[in-house]
């Protein structure tokens, strides 16, 4: 499976971005797609993840009620839409894949800035 992230820039507090995650290869043995992300300094955090069949998706916290993830399976394509946007979003964000349920993404995708920032 190979992924392409693509959707980040440049935005002021309060603003939305969307994240687009295409996948290629594999694609019928994907189970979820995750979302990660890394600030400066910090280590990478999971922000969010989806069940690739289901539709179903968790979040952290941080983003709960401002993030969403979906899907377009017939695009094989996942998506972060991001609102309401904070200083503290700011970081490369990654998609990964996994064909299981298991903790590990084996796949991942390139990382895309996201910079919030008035």
């Known amino acids: 499976v190979q992924l392409q992230a693509s959707g980040g820039g440049l935005v002021q507090p309060g603003d939305s971005l969307r994240l687009s995650c295409a996948a290629s290869g594999r694609t019928d043995s994907i189970h979820s797609m995750g979302w990660f992300r890394q600030a400066p300094g910090k280590e990478r955090e999971f922000v969010g993840g989806i069940n690739w069949s289901l539709g179903i998706a968790d979040y952290t916290e941080t983003v709960k009620g401002r993030f969403t993830i979906s899907t377009d399976k017939a695009k094989n394509t996942g998506y972060l839409q991001m609102n309401s946007l904070k200083p503290e979003d700011t970081a490369v964000y990654y998609c990964?894949?996994?064909?299981?349920?298991?903790?590990?993404?084996?796949?991942w995708g390139q990382g895309t800035q996201v910079t919030v920032s008035s």
């Open positions: 990964a894949a996994r064909q299981s349920s298991t903790p590990t993404y084996p796949y």
